[in-house]
């Protein structure tokens, strides 16, 4: 039997973002931009952390980084696999969870996360051990959204139709320089932040938010939630609707993140 208290709340991740693959082609673009933001190079020993479908792994070894990538998600890396496979580069896949990593000490030149570590349920736990296995000098680096911006507005918008589980940090936390900083603390050195835009196509509000119910944990599992309550489950889908339309322009939804990166001490 687990000892973790949130052994639970992992295994609805688990199957919750087992859908998440064809939202990978809207996060190739931002893979491309945090593997080059960490300046991974040929020969690094890479460790993409909630890799998801591979595609920040998969962009790491095309460099000659020999890349090592973990999910909670069976499903995800079965197609980072695929991907990885049909790219013609080495990745080995493992399935684990970020607060429990399955690698020794001091063991890689550079640990990546796009925007998948942040969904840890203890934070200081996840940075402590993307860290433990980060080499002193090495480079950490992740995405996340940032609070303010549409993806963190619509993170909060769920969280107040399904609270998540008591004693778990914001999602949108890890968007918040502030409180990165914080996070990593006197371990780090050299703490760099820079913005950049993800693109989402659609041709309505009403078509992003019903690809995002059939893609998204959090979403999958809130309209799972709400399914015997039509009009809270309406009055949700108003709210991301009207949350979604300013940020909805020539057919792109655009969806600002953060990119963090520092040197481990």
């Not at 000098?137 to 993806?151: C, D, Q």
Request: with cysteine; proline share 9%.
């Amino acid at each position: 039997m687990s000892t973790d208290p949130y052994a639970g709340f992992k295994a609805a991740q688990r199957e919750g973002w087992a859908l998440f693959a064809p939202l990978e082609t809207l996060t190739t673009p931002p893979a491309g931009l945090l593997v080059e933001f960490a300046g991974v190079g040929a020969g690094e020993r890479v460790l993409d952390v909630a890799c998801g479908t591979g595609v920040v792994a998969v962009t790491a070894a095309r460099r000659g980084a020999e890349v090592r990538a973990l999910d909670l998600s069976p499903v995800l890396l079965e197609r980072g696999l695929h991907n990885a496979t049909l790219a013609g580069v080495p990745v080995d896949f493992t399935e684990g969870d970020v607060e429990a990593l399955p690698y020794p000490d001091a063991h890689f030149d550079v640990v990546l996360s796009q925007f998948g570590h942040m969904f840890a349920p203890r934070p200081e736990l996840a940075i402590s051990e993307m860290l433990r296995v980060l080499k002193p000098g090495g480079r950490i680096a992740f995405s996340t959204w940032p609070p303010e911006m549409f993806t963190g507005r619509m993170f909060q918008l769920i969280s107040q139709y399904l609270p998540p589980p008591p004693g778990i940090s914001a999602t949108t936390d890890w968007g918040d320089p502030a409180l990165v900083s914080e996070r990593l603390g006197s371990a780090v050195k050299e703490l760099t932040f820079l913005r950049e835009i993800m693109s989402s196509p659609a041709l309505s509000p009403a078509h992003y938010r019903t690809a995002f119910e059939r893609t998204a944990a959090p979403v999958i599992k809130l309209v799972e939630t709400l399914k015997d309550d039509a009009p809270r489950l309406a009055a949700f889908r108003a709210e991301l609707e009207a949350l979604i339309t300013p940020y909805l322009k020539h057919n792109v939804l655009r969806q600002d993140f953060l990119m963090s990166r520092a040197i481990k001490c």
